[in-house]
Structure formats: C-alpha cells, structure tokens
C-alpha cells in the first residue's frame, strides 16, 4: 500500500494530536523519546514547507 504524502497540514494535525496525549499526562518515558522524535520530524517538516513558500514569494 503507498503512503500518504505528508502534507503541512496534516503535520499540525498531528502535532495537535501529540500535545493534547502530552498535556492529559498519560505518556510513559518510552513513548515520549518516541513522540519528541516525532515531533521533531514534523516541526522539522513544517519550517522546510514554510521556507520554501517564503522563497515563492520573494
């Protein structure tokens, strides 16, 4: 099955979703080393996105 291409949007989404298991306080130290990896993924994912429509627009 293909993947689903990432898109900014859907990145948010997910960062949502990780902040709202992260405020409840329900995550053990395990799936938090795995969830900041995943947040850094996508934060990393967003900037490039937004850079590169900031380079558009210049």
Do not use: S, W
Not at 16 to 33: M, S
């Amino acid at each position: 099955m293909a993947r689903k291409k990432l898109t900014f949007e859907d990145a948010m989404d997910e960062l949502r979703t990780i902040y709202e298991e992260l405020e409840e306080g329900n995550v053990g130290l395990d799936d938090l080393e795995k969830l900041m990896k995943r947040v850094k993924e996508l934060t990393d994912f967003c900037k490039r996105k937004l850079r590169d429509v900031e380079a558009l627009l210049k």
